[in-house]
Structures are given as C-alpha cells and as structure tokens.
C-alpha cells in the first residue's frame, strides 16, 4: 500500500495530490505537463522540494510534520525515468551491476539479465543503444537492486515507437516472475490496462480521478482529458507450437483460440502479447457470414460511450474485453445497447506482436 | 644538457607536480561547487578565483608576500608552527600554485556543468550515498575536463615566474626554476645556456598539451560510439 501526500512546487504551478494506492501495479495517466514524472520524482526521493507524507506498507518516506526524509538510497525504490538515464560512462554490464553490492547473489544480475534479454549487449555502451534497448537496461538496472516498488516512466513518444521496441512485455515478465509493485505512466491505456488494476488520473496541479484502470480509462477515452492518449487492445497468451498454414499461428489468450499472423519471427511456442488497434475490430449484431476475417466470435456489448473521437463500445468475448471504436453514424446504424448481442470480426493481420 | 640544466629541470617539475597536486582536490571542489547553481556570492567566488589569470603575476606575489611577512595575517601563524615559507620551496609550489589554479577550475567547472544532472540523483536512488554518487558518476563524466584543467595548471605552473621571483627569490639549487634560469642566464649574457633550457620548455609544454588532446578524443570516441 502506497499513501500519498504530496505538494510539489512546479515551473507554473503547484501540484497537490493526496491517494492511497492498494493495488500492486497502478497507473498513472494524464496528458503532458500534468505532474505524472515530478510524482514519480518525489516518491523515489529525487525532489528536495516535495512536502507532505508518503509510506510504504506503513514505512514513512517523507513526513514534513515530522522532518522525516529518507534519502533516495534508502527508500529501495527502483526508478526507470522516461529517457532511461543511462550512466554514458559505463557499458551496460556495469550500467545493471551499478547498484549492486558485493554481497548481493550472482543469480540477482543473471535474472535480471535474463528477464529483460539484455545478454546480446552487456559490453556495449548506452550511446550505441535503441530507445527500447536503453529501457530494457534501464530496467533491468533497477530489478538488480532488488527494489520494494518500481516506478516506471514511459516516454511520450513511446507512444509512436515500433512494436517491438516497447518495454511493456517485458514489464508483463517483470510482474510476472518478480511480483515487484509497480507505478507506471504511460500514454497508451490499453497498456495501462494490461498491467494495471488501479489507475490515477492527474490533470495539471492535481488528481483528476482515481479508480479501477478501466473506469478511469474509459472516462478518459469520453472526455477530453489527455489528447495524448491511445487506446490499444493488448492481449497476452500463448502461441501454441506448429503453424495454421504457412504464415500464420494460433495464439491462445482468455478462452479464445485467435488466428494471428507468423510474422518474420516464425512460430516459436511461448508467451506473447499482441495489441489489437480499436479501430481494426468489425462489430457486427448478426453472426457475420462469408467474411475473409479468420477471427470470428459472439459477445455481450458491456457498455457505449460517445465522445468527440467516435463511439466506443466495450464487448466481453471469449474471456476477454475488447474495446471496439466506431464512427457514431455506425454506431447508432447498429445500436448497440449494454446487454445486447454482438459478433467481433478481427483480421489476422490486425494482431500486431509485441513480443 | 649539463647537469646544472638537469638538476633545474627537475627542481621545476618537482614544483610543478607539487603545486597541481596540491591544487587538484581544492580545484576540483571548487570547479564543483561553481558548476551547480547559484546565487551571487558565487559568481564573486568565481571572479575572485580568476584573478590571478588577469592580474600581472608580480602583483600576485607582492600580495602573497604581504600575506606571509612575518606580521602578515597568515606569516605569523606560520611563525608559531615554526613553518619557514618565504624564499623557499615552499613558496615557489605556493606561488605557481595560486597562478595555476584559475586554469584548473575553469575547465573543469564547465565539464561538471556538461554532467546530466539527474545521473547522480539516479545513482543515489540506486543506493549511493550522496559522495559515492559524486564518485562513481558525476567525477568520471567530468574526467576529461579535469584532465585538461590538470595538464594546463601542470604546463602554467612548469613556466611560473613573476609571483614567484617576489616570493621565492631566484635562489640557484632552491628556488630556481626553468623560467628564472632562463632570465638570469639572458640577464648576464649566456644566451646559448638560455636557448637551451628554453628548447627544454617547449618539448615539455608540447608532450603535455598533445597528451591532453589525445586522451581526450580517446575517451569521447568510445562513448559516442
């Protein structure tokens, strides 16, 4: 449990935020400019400047009342800024060993080798690096510390940056094999959704809205308030090994059996996580027939929203929810009420890999 | 070169190497504290401390000198500690050292200056403390200014002379470095025993800037990639 008291002088104005985080992975949203990293900043200790109170699991960090501040080494907090901040100095083996002590186990730098599949470049320095490279070691720098919570900040253009070179998978691998808390910001929901229960919303100077990632998603999504943001359906699952014909591979996530395209990475059975644009999604109210996509199946619509980028709607299918945007003139053409019956059609090649 | 040219060159570099050794930790702390933001007081600290770059050397070591004479504010605490500064090899490191200094932490101020300033703060959240951060992170980043800022003050200090002919003297066997040979020896008409020691100079101060340009592009190309 995370408790937040923060004020936090900023260039034009003042940001204040008081929450209490119970989940293990929380978002943090909201459009540029608005706080997100100045509040990551202030929980790992980096801002001289922020006032108010912050515990973990009970733990004071910051406690102005009561002249309170624990120093950034001794908060364990993992922090992976939005440029990563690599050390230029030292190549990417010392760069993921900087914060580990003598004592610490070999296995701690070899996991975390291992989860971020950093092997390839442990001799080469940060400048010779991708973007997504520079993160991954950034990461995996952080889990080397064996940190009590991570604070990831994905940067902006993220958001624009090729598939493969997202951190969110292995983020997912973090979670997954780790079970460190996270906080993270991002500017894509539907990645937020992934691997968030609990988001924050914060507009400039405070919180927006706090709740359930996919409440405050789709509030978000019907107003206007981060212009930023993108919405992808991510869906993580299994390959199955063998192929559906040549170029093509079944992908197992929730209860589906999704048809997804081989890609010039070949079958490899295994973990994957895919992302579904809301836009490549046909919404049908009647069991489609003769259509070329591979991905066909019924679900219930859960809810409609209406907001200036088109409707959205929200289907449950299979085990999964996707969310399906359309222009409102086929919305209203299919009117598509919360309860109601519906047929997703998604093309192979709609299923982009992320990893 | 006879051994009255060798044992002066050794004397001067043995002043040279003891003024740079002696300026390095407090030029560095300087440059340091300069870099980081701040008030008035420190742009006044820093005009003060390039002084000695601007003012004629002689007026460096009559200021010197006054500080150390006997009554002077820090001569008479010497006295007591039973210290012997004045016309010694002492005040020719002293001397060289004050006019070094400024050539120290110029670079090296504007080096730090170059250091992301969230890289040390990301050390400190990966567990340093505040001067392990400074060490592993902030100093290495500005290893290369210091490095030009050292071998600047080493070539300066090697060729020191007005500061130190008033505080030292021109004492042969003591205090007299390559500089102060040379004018003496010009003085009573030795040109060619000048000329000698002046081509000593020359190859020094070359090795030493070249040295200094070399390790620099080295050490860029590796990070740049």
């Known amino acids: 449990m995370i408790e937040l008291e923060i004020s936090l002088p900023l260039a034009s104005f003042r940001l204040e935020l008081a929450a209490t985080l119970t989940a293990d992975a929380v978002a943090v949203l909201g459009p540029s400019g608005a706080g997100k ?85 442990l001799d080469r320095y940060p400048a010779t690096l991708s973007g997504g490279e520079r993160q991954r070691v950034a990461l995996a720098r952080a889990i080397a510390t064996g940190p009590r919570l991570l604070l990831l900040d994905e940067p902006l253009a993220a958001v624009d940056v090729e598939l493969r070179e997202r951190i969110l998978p292995f983020l997912l691998r973090v979670r997954e094999t780790l079970r460190i808390p996270c906080v993270y910001v991002t500017h894509n929901t539907g990645e937020a959704a992934a691997v968030t229960s609990e988001a924050l919303l914060l507009r400039r100077g405070g919180l927006a809205r706090q709740g359930q990632t996919l409440q405050v998603i789709r509030e978000m999504m019907t107003s206007s308030l981060d212009p930023d943001a993108r919405f992808d359906n991510v869906v993580a699952g299994e390959i199955e090994a063998g192929r559906e014909g040549d170029d093509r591979l079944v992908f197992r996530a929730g209860e589906a059996r999704l048809i997804v395209p081989a890609g010039p990475a070949g079958g490899q059975a295994g973990r994957a996580v895919y992302a579904v644009a809301p836009e490549d999604i046909l919404v049908s109210t009647h069991p489609p027939a003769h259509v070329s996509a591979r991905n066909v199946f019924p679900g219930q619509v859960l809810s409609q929203d209406v907001s200036a980028g088109g409707t959205w709607i929200r289907v449950a299918a299979e085990g999964i929810e996707w969310t399906v945007r359309l222009t409102r003139a086929a919305a209203e053409d299919l009117g598509l009420e919360p309860g109601a019956r519906a047929w997703l059609a998604i093309k192979t090649h709609a299923f982009r890999r992320l990893r | 070169m006879t051994s009255d040219d ?22 560095v702390g300087a440059a340091w504290l300069l870099s980081r933001r701040g008030g008035a007081w420190r742009t006044v600290a820093e005009t003060l401390l390039s002084l000695p770059l601007v003012l004629p050397p002689t007026a460096v070591g009559i200021l010197l000198l006054d500080l150390l004479r006997r009554r002077g504010p820090l001569g008479g605490l010497l006295e007591r500690l039973d210290i012997e500064v004045l016309f010694t090899f002492k005040a020719v490191v002293l001397a060289t050292a004050v006019m070094a200094l400024p050539l120290l932490v110029r670079p090296a101020r504007a080096a730090f200056e170059e250091v992301d300033r969230r890289l040390p703060g990301i050390a400190r959240s990966l567990g340093c403390r505040p001067f392990e951060a400074f060490r592993r992170v902030t100093l290495p980043l500005a290893a290369r200014g210091i490095l030009t800022g050292t071998l600047l003050a080493f070539s300066r200090a090697l060729g020191e002379f007005g500061a130190t002919i008033i505080v030292a003297g021109n004492i042969p066997g003591r205090t007299q470095t390559m500089a102060l040979a040379i004018f003496q020896r010009h003085q009573i008409g030795q040109d060619a025993a000048a000329m000698r020691l002046v081509w000593v100079t020359v190859v020094i101060a070359f090795a030493a800037v070249l040295a200094s340009e070399l390790l620099s592009r080295k050490r860029s190309a590796r990070e740049k990639g």
Not at chain 1, 77 to 95: E, K, S, T, W
């Open chain 2, 6 to 27: 060798l044992s002066i060159l050794l004397l001067t570099v043995r002043v040279a190497a003891a003024a740079t050794l002696l300026i390095l930790p407090l030029g």
């Open chain 1, 37 to 121: 990293t100045s509040l990551l900043e202030s929980i790992a200790g980096l801002r001289p400047d922020a006032s108010g109170r912050i515990a973990i699991d009970g733990e004071l960090l910051l406690d102005s009342a009561r002249r309170i501040r624990l120093p950034p080494e001794r908060r364990r907090i993992g922090y992976v800024p939005q440029d990563a901040c690599l050390f230029p100095h030292l190549d990417v083996r010392r760069n993921v060993r900087f914060g580990m002590r003598a004592t610490d186990r070999e296995s701690v730098f070899d996991e975390a080798v291992g989860i971020l599949e950093i092997e390839p470049l």
